[in-house]
T-cell receptor, first 115, second 116 residues
């Protein structure tokens, strides 16, 4: 069965600093990988996804992620963090089942942004 | 489109009571998912539907939980009887059919359930 590990429960950065959130996955086939963001009191919103092609994918809100098969990683990055980026970030790996990609989510990383 | 709509947004009930959570998916989406989010267990998939038919309910914790989708625009998640350990945020999500972007799920705002 697939699984996702997000090693960092909390990450604190200063506004304007760069950001990298770590994600490691376990999946027997070609992974379908996602990053979602959850703002307080809201549902999850897709930031970006990867299935094939260029291993560096661009997403919304200035985020990007790089797929590294050799490391089973899909880390999320942003060059300059804004205070509005403070949220919970979830990495997920999708397994195709019943006609849809069913994501298994990591436990999430809470991003705290200091002014 | 208004997005995925869930009601109520907050529910407080007493142990033993029946709780019904409601979801309206995005029009035209073929898949509907119910998730539960807790601090202890994170985000768990409970059940999902394709064209109103339950496909996988292996995540439903026990017989006290049931879900239905009587039509393409409405689904319910029912807990009967409710217990304090059911306290969580319950999310509904929907997505398109395979080949039309089935990979992206659109989440509702969630229902925060508190069972006293």
């Amino acid at each position: 069965a697939q699984s996702v590990t997000q090693p960092d429960i909390h990450i604190t950065v200063s506004e304007g600093a760069s950001l990298e959130l770590r994600c490691n996955y376990s999946y027997g086939a070609t992974p379908y990988l996602f990053w979602y963001v959850q703002s307080p009191g809201q549902g999850l919103q897709l930031l970006l996804k990867y299935f094939s092609g260029d291993t560096l994918v661009q997403g919304i809100k200035g985020f990007e992620a790089e797929f590294k098969r050799s490391q089973s990683s899909f880390n999320l990055r942003k060059p300059s963090v804004h205070w509005s980026d403070a949220a919970e970030y979830f990495c997920a790996v999708g397994a195709f089942s019943g006609g849809s990609y069913i994501p298994t989510f990591g436990r999430g990383t809470s991003l705290i942004v200091h002014p | 489109d208004a997005g995925v709509i869930q009601s109520p947004r907050h529910e407080v009930t007493e142990m033993g009571q029946e709780v019904t959570l409601r979801c309206k998916p995005i029009s035209g989406h073929d898949y509907l998912f119910w998730y539960r989010q807790t601090m202890m267990r994170g985000l768990e998939l409970l059940i999902y539907f394709n064209n109103n038919v339950p496909i996988d309910d292996s995540g439903m914790p026990e017989d006290r939980f049931s879900a239905k989708m009587p039509n393409a625009s409405f689904s319910t998640l029912k807990i009967q009887p409710s217990e304090p350990r059911d306290s969580a945020v319950y999310f509904c999500a929907s997505s398109l059919a395979y080949g039309e972007g089935t990979d992206t799920q659109y989440f509702g705002p969630g229902t925060r359930l508190t069972v006293l």
